[in-house]
Structure formats: C-alpha cells, structure tokens
C-alpha cells in the first residue's frame, strides 16, 4: 500500500510570510503527527492528529497550527515565518497514535530567508 | 524539565561486534518510550517499550526498559553496514502528552 507523502518535498520562504504543509497518511490510519528536525534541536514533537482532533501537543509557539480533515489528511500552517523555522517537517501516521508503530513520510524541507 | 539523554552521540564498530545505545530520561508521567532509526530520509519505527524488564526483540535488535533507573538500552548484535544510522529514542510523557526525543546516537559500522 502507499506509503505517507507529504507535499511539497521542498519550500523557499521569506520572513514575515506563511506556509501550509500537507501530509497524506496510509490509507486507514486515523493518527498523524508532525515533528520538526533541525541539526540543531534534532527531532522535536509539534502536534498529533487523531480523527480531526487535535490529541498531544509539544512545545512551539501558537504560530505552528494544524488540523486533520476527515479523510485523516492533515495540514500544518506556519504564520509569521522566522529564520529559525527553517527545518526538515516530517509527518508520520499510524493506526492509533504515537506510541502505535509509526510512518514516516520523507519530509518537506522549509527554507526561511 | 522534561529530557531525554542518548549515550554514546557518535559510535564506530566493525562489522560483527555487538553494541549497546543507552537512553535514559528524565521526564514526568512516563507512559511509553520508543527507539527509531533514521538513515538519510526518515525514522523509522523500531520498537516500543512502556514495561520494566521485558525485552522486546526483531532479528538482531533488542530492546529493554529499565523504570527504576529511567533508562533503556539498545542492543544490536553482529553488526552489519546497513546498520549504519542513527538511532532515536523518544519518551512520551502524559503529563502534557508531549514526546520528547534524545538528541541520537549516530553508529558507523565498518565492513
């Protein structure tokens, strides 16, 4: 079956605008999270989706938002941009939720100048 | 604060030796612990742990949990090249249902 697929695979953006990222999950899984990875922080948890609701939440400001729609693909927007938001955004998807096994989809690639 | 510690960062091996990747952590409302590799792309899943003391096993991999001392280890046996990568250990907590991740250990090994 398909794997995750994330679009776009690669973005240039400049300070002050904003940015949606989608993410398409397996086909049946109800849970998709969002993580940032950068060389600096590595892999930080930033939101899980589950049935169009938003479940756990890490640690970013209000200027990372999200959302699921009912066939369980999900968005993340990023307003305001900053320099630092200039990461690797991974989203997984699973059956049930983080600690299901989790898939991963190869990433979009944000570029802030 | 919540953390989660990997040790060693950065680790060389031939093939065939055996090796052991530590995770320990400090977080509050422990529910689960996971192990991920990550080559060039994406993690990928490789276990779960949320009990003490019992090993959970694929192939060469083990893997174990340790509640009273917060930590959990990584074992690889008879190492091959494609298990170059780097390993992730995350800790979810469910204090704020928040998953924080170590910061990796990326393992080498030589033919």
């Known amino acids: 079956k398909a794997g995750v697929t994330q679009t776009p695979r690669y973005l240039i953006k400049t300070r002050g605008q904003q940015v949606t990222l989608s993410c398409s999950p397996i086909s049946g899984h109800r849970s998709v999270s969002w993580y940032q990875q950068t060389p600096g922080q590595g892999l930080q948890f930033l939101f899980e989706y589950f049935s169009e609701t938003q479940r756990n939440k890490g640690n970013f400001p209000g200027r990372f938002s999200g959302r699921q729609f009912s066939n369980s693909r999900s968005e993340m927007n990023v307003s305001t941009l900053e320099l630092g938001d200039s990461a690797l955004y991974l989203c997984a998807s699973s059956l049930g939720g983080v600690t299901y096994e989790q898939y991963f989809g190869p990433g979009t690639r944000l570029t802030v100048t | 604060e919540d953390k989660v510690v990997q040790s060693p960062l950065s680790l060389v091996v031939h093939e065939g030796d055996t090796v052991t990747l530590n995770c320990s952590y400090e977080v509050t409302n422990f529910r689960s612990l996971l192990w991920y590799k990550q080559e060039k792309k994406a993690p990928t899943f490789l276990f779960m742990l949320?009990?003490?003391?019992i090993e959970k096993k694929s192939g060469r991999l083990s893997s174990i949990l340790d509640k009273k001392e917060l930590s959990s280890i990584l074992n690889i046996t008879a190492t091959q090249t494609g298990d170059s990568a780097i390993y992730l250990c995350?800790?979810?907590?469910?204090?704020?249902?928040?998953?924080?991740f170590g910061a990796g250990t990326r393992l080498t090994v030589k033919p």
């Open positions: 949320t009990s003490s003391g």
């Open positions: 995350a800790v979810e907590a469910s204090r704020n249902n928040d998953m924080r």
